[in-house]
Every structure is written in structure tokens, then in C-alpha cells.
């Protein structure tokens, strides 16, 4: 199995590139933020735990991200491997996925980081969020979001850097442009 962490912060491309990469590579797709979005929209009773949650921008606790993350992977079949879009965040959730992983006989094979700039993040979001109507996506929670991710998130490098799995790219240019490196990298590891 290929198990892909997809690494960045909010707005760097990373649900984007996920879902492409899930097609080309025959991968499952793991959206911890999708799983959620959707589980809100349809008034779940997770979903109503987390609402309050994702529109501050306050990280989901690990506990209940896990055992999501157990039932998500658990529905697919017949694939090589899975893609993990804005999963782990934290260094406890890695620690945590690592031990998810090992007991199917696996482990986390590459995680690849999309380099964004602030700036650009936030023009992102912002425009994310007028065309969708993310109520999830105000500069302050966004800012609060990068902020978030600076502290809990960027501490997973050198995590993964130690286990010679972290590569990173620069996540600014054509969608198309940025995936034909994403698949470069994908095919040294496979």
C-alpha cells in the first residue's frame, strides 16, 4: 500500500491536488474537513459537536479525529493506497496514524508539503469563501487558522524529516503544473 500525507496549510491546494491524486494513483481519499463539512450539513450528531468547533477554527480533538478516521478508512476497498488531505495536524496525531496504520500492516509511505506564502493563502480563502459561502473562511478565523497551523502543524517536519518521509513544493502556479510535480515525486517512491 502508498499511504500519501498531503501536507499545508489551509488554502495551499491541498483538497485540490488530493482529490487528483486519489484518481491518478488509484488512492483512497481522506478529508478529515470533508468528512466533517458533510456531517454538519446533514445535522449529525457529529456534526453538531464540531460545528462550533471548525467556524472558530479550533482544531477537532485527536481522540474523535481518529476514530473518524478508522471508519473512513475501513469503507474502501479495492485501492492501492490512501491519500490523507489535512490529516495528522498535530504531532500526537501522527504518533496516533502511525499506530492506526500499523495495526492493518502499514505505515505512512510519503508526505509531501505544498509551500504556500501567507499572503496567497489568504487571498485564497477569501475568495473561497465568497464563492462558497464558507462561513469558516473570515480573515480572522483564517488567520487564527495559520496561526494554529504554525504552532501545532509545522512541528510535524521534523517528524517526518526524521523518517526520511518529508519532501516539500512549491505550491503556487497552474493546478496542472503543480500536480505534474506532485505525480513526479509520487513515482521515485512507488
Known sequence: MFNLVLFGTPGSGKGTQSVKIAKEFNLGHISTGDIFRNEIKNKTELGLKVKSLIENGVLVPDELLIEILDK????????????????PRTLRQAEELDELLATRNDCVSLVLALEVNNAEILQRLLKRAAEEGRKDDTEEVIKNRLDVYTRQTSPLIEYYKTQGKFKSLYGIGSVDDIFANICQIIKRQL
Open 72 to 87: 473512513a478508512i475501513s469503507k474502501f476497498h479495492g485501492v492501492n493506497g490512501f491519500v490523507f488531505d489535512g490529516f
